[in-house]
């Protein structure tokens, strides 16, 4: 399966709870506010996504491009 093209979407308080986003291009999108809880983010592109007040609590960030320092991999 191709990985996902969401790039610059509108995903403002969306529920991605336990989403497969494995290779998601996220670039540009807005996260604001969205909930990642679980999600699989291995080897997404975030890269100028807008991620204020997303939660991505347990989510597997392994390989992902363009998450904040402080976003610890999982």
């Given at each position: 399966?191709?990985?996902a093209?969401s790039?610059g979407a509108?995903l403002?308080?969306?529920d991605?709870?336990?989403a ?5 291009d996220?670039?540009?999108a807005n996260l ?13 592109d ?6 204020t ?5 347990g ?5 992902t491009?363009?998450?904040?320092p ?5």
């Amino acid at each position: 399966m191709a990985p996902a093209r969401s790039g610059g979407a509108n995903l403002t308080d969306a529920d991605l709870t336990g989403a497969d986003l494995t290779g998601a291009d996220l670039r540009g999108a807005n996260l604001t506010g969205a909930n990642l809880t679980g999600a699989d983010l291995t080897d997404a592109d975030l890269r100028g996504a807008r991620l204020t007040g997303a939660v991505i609590t347990g989510a597997r960030t392994g390989g992902t491009r363009g998450l904040p320092p402080t976003a610890p991999p999982h």
